[in-house]
C-alpha cells in the first residue's frame, strides 16, 4: 500500500465514497455522445460523401522512405461505425458500472468524438474548402501547446503533492517567457534562455514558499496576487525596456531538432522525434517526476507531507525544507515551461500566456494530481485550444467559443464530482504548523 | 473573521497611548506599512528600469561626484513619477490654488478626482460582494466573470429593449444584477450540493464566461449593428448613468456613486444589523460553531454567492452604463480586470463596507494616478499594478511586515479565510 492511498486524517466532508450514480452519468453522457455521432454526424451525411484522412505533414519535404499513402473513407460508414463503438462503451459502462478506467474511457471517446467530427466537417461534397484532414499537423501542432501545459500542470504536481498549491503557475510562465524571450534574444542561445526561465520561474516558487511556509499566508490569494503582480510587472518591463531596446525581444524562434531515422516513422515522426529540445526535455520531466514522486525515498517524504504533515514530522522529515524544494523546483519547472512557450511564439508581448496556466492547473486537477493523468489531460486540453485556434481551417461548425469553454466545463465537472471523482492531497493548501 | 466574533470588546482593553499604537500590530498600521513598503518596491522597480537613471548609475565610478549625481537622478526619477501620481488623481495644488484665487478651470481642477471616483465607483460595488464572500470563509476568484457576465446582460436589457429613463435605468442594473447572480449561482450550488472547491470552479468559470462575451459580442443579436468588430450596441441614453456635473463639464463622475454609496449601507446593514449577516460571519470565523448552533451551511454558502455574484454583475452594469456606454471583446479582461483588483482591495481593506471604500478610493487612485505618470513622465502605467499587488503580498502576511518594521505584540493573523485547502 502505498502512501498515497492513506486515508486522510481529518474526515472532511468532500471526500466520500463513489456515488455508484456518477459512473451512470458518465455512461449516459458517452450514450449522448455516441448517438449524436450516430445521427447527425452519421445517419445525417449522404452516402456518397468522403473523408480524406492524410498522415504527411505539409511543411516537411522529407516524410520519405516510409510514407503512408491517404486514407479515403465513406463518411457515413465511417461515422456510424463511430456512433456505435460509442454507444457501445456508454452501454458497457452502465451494464457493467466499472470501478475503475472510467475515466480512461470517456479520453477514448472524447478522441473517437473528435475524429468523427473532422471526417464530417471534411466530407466531399461538402461545404468545407479542406478536403482532407491532416492528423499528423493536427497532432503537431497541437503538441506545441501540450508541451507548455505539460510543464505548468508538472509544476502544479511537484507542489500540490507537497501540500502548497500554485495558483501561480500562469505567473511562473509569465516569468520563464519574458526572461527567456530576452535571453534568447541576447545570446541566440535557447540554452541560456532555459537557464534564465529556470531561475526565474524558481524565484516566483520561492517568494510562493517564502511567504506560504514560512509565514503561513493563504496560498490561494499569495498565488493570485503573484499572477496579478507579474502580468502588471511584464507589461512594465514590456513598455519601459523592450519598446527602447528592441534588441532585447528580437523573437527569434527556436527549430526542431529531428532525431535521425526516428523521424521518418510516419505519425509517431514528426509527432515525437521532430521536435524543439523543449519537447524531448519535456518527455525527459514526465518520466522523472513520476519516478521521483512514486519510486524514490524522497517521494514518499514528499508525499507524506502533502497528505498528513504531522505525521511526516513526527517520522523525522523536515516538512519545510521539503516544501521549500518542492514549491522552488516546480515554479523552476514552470519557468522553463514559459521559455518553452516563447520558443515557439517568438517576440513577448503582455498577456501572450492568454490563461494557459490556469488551464495547466485544470489538466493537474482534471488528472487528479498525478503526472500521468496530467499528461493525459494536457493532451486532451492542448487539443481543443488548438483546434479552437484553428477551427477556420478545419471548418468545423461549432463556435469558437465553445471549443474554448470546453478545458474549463470538463474541470468544473470534474471538481464537482460528475466526471469521476479527484481528491487533493489532503494537507494541500494548509499551512503547517510544527508543535 | 475571527477577531470580530471572539476579541475582547474594546471598552473592557486598556486605553493605549498613540504611539504605543504605532508601535504595535494594529491593523490599520499593518495596512499602512505594507502600503509604504509597496512605495518602495514600486520605486526600486522605477530605480532599477528606467534608462535615464540607469545611465546615471553606470557612470558612478567615474568621478568623485558621480554617486551623488545618480542617487540626485534617482530621487528626482520616482519623485517625478509618485508627484504626477498623486496630482493626476487626486488635485494638482497649483491649479487648485488657480481655481481658488480666479474662480476658473475649475472643470480641469476637479478632473483627476473626478477620475478617480469614476474608477472607483464599480470597483467599491464589487470588492463588497468579494468581501462579504470573505467574511464568510469564501474566496470568490470569479467576481471578474460574474462582472462580465452583469455586464453582457446588462448591456444587453439596456441596448436592445427601449423604455424610459426612470423605468430603463433600474432595468438595466437589475438585468446586471441577474447575470451576476446567475454566475455566482454556478459556484456556489456546485460548492454547497457537491463540494467542488469554489476558487477551483470560479477561476475556470472566469474563463467560460470570457468565452461567453465574445461570443455574445459577436452574435447578431448584441453586435452593434453595421460592424464586424467584437463591439457591442450602445446603450439608450435612457439606460445610461448621467454625469452628476452634465456632459458639458467634461467630468465623467456619474449618478453611479449613488449606487455604490447604496451598495455600502446594504452591505453594513447586512452584515452589522441583520442575522444573516451574523451566520455569514459565524460561518467565516468558526464552520463547527456554525452548524452545531443549527445554521445550514450550505444554504448560507449559496446565499452568500448570490449576493456577491450580484454585487459583482451590478460593478459590471455600472462600469459599462457609467463610463463607456458598450462593451467589447475584452471587457474587463485580463489579470488586471476589477474583480481581480477586488480581491487585494477587499484584503486591504479588511473586508469591513468602510475600508473597503478606503481601499477602493487608493486603489483607484493609483490607476487614475498611473494613466497621468505614463503620460507625463513615460514610466508604464502597469506600475500601479505591481505596487498593489505588493501591498496586497505584505497585507496577506502580517507577520513579515512586523519583522520588517520590528512591530511589538503578538502575530496577527489578518487573512485566515481561504487556508483551508483544496479538500474542503
Known sequence: MSVEELTPAVDTPSVRKVPVGRTRVIGVIIVVIGLFSLIALGLNTSSRAHSALTFSPVDILTNAPWHLGT???????????????????????LWRQPRRGVMGRFGFISVLFLLALLFWAVRTPGPSQVSFIDLTSILVGSSEVTMVLIFGSLSGVMCERAGVVNIAIEGQFIAGAFVGASIASTTSNYFYAAIGGLVAGGIIGWILAFL?????????????????????????????????YPKLNT???LGNFAIPLLDKIPIIGPVFFNQSAFFYLMLLLIGGVSFALFKTRYGLHVRAVGEHPHAAATVGINVARVRYINVVLGGAIAGVGGVAFISQQGQFQPGITSGLGYIALAAMIFGRWRPSGAVVACVLFGMSVYLADNLQTYNIPISTEILTMFPYIITIFVVSGLVGRVRAPAADGLPYQAG | MSD??????????PRRHLLHRIGSQDPIVVAALALVLGFIVGALIIITTTPAVLDAWRGIFHSWGAPGHALKVSFDNVGAAYRTMFTGSIVDPQGFWHSLTTGKGWDATLTPISETLTYATPLVIVSIGVGIAFQTGIFNIGANGQAVLGGIIGTAAGSMIHMPTVVHIPFTLLAGIAGGVISGAVPGVLKALTGAHEVIVTIMFNYVLYAFLLFAVLSTALQQPGQQNDISRTLDPSAQLAPIFGAKSGLRVSWGVLVAVAVVFFAWWLLDRSSLGFEFRVTGANPQAARASGMNARIIVIVVFLISGGLAGLAGVVQVASTTHYID???LIGNAGIGFTAITVALLGRNRPMGIVWSSLLFAALGVGGRAMQATTGIPLDLATVIQSAVVLFVATPVLVKEIFRLRGAPSQSVELATKGWNS
Do not use: H
Open chain 1, 212 to 244: 506560504a511556509v514560512r509565514y503561513r499566508s493563504d496560498q490561494i490569494i499569495v498565488g493570485v496576487v503573484l499572477v496579478t503582480m507579474l502580468s502588471g510587472l511584464s507589461s512594465y518591463l514590456n513598455l519601459q525596456i523592450f519598446t527602447p
Open chain 2, 4 to 13: 470580530s466574533v471572539a476579541t475582547v470588546p474594546d471598552a473592557i482593553k
Open chain 1, 251 to 253: 523573437g527569434n524562434v
Open chain 2, 329 to 331: 471583446g475584452v471587457f
Open chain 1, 71 to 93: 486514407l479515403t473513407l465513406l463518411t457515413f460508414w465511417t461515422n456510424v461505425i463511430l456512433g456505435l463503438i460509442m454507444i457501445g462503451v456508454g452501454l458497457e459502462v
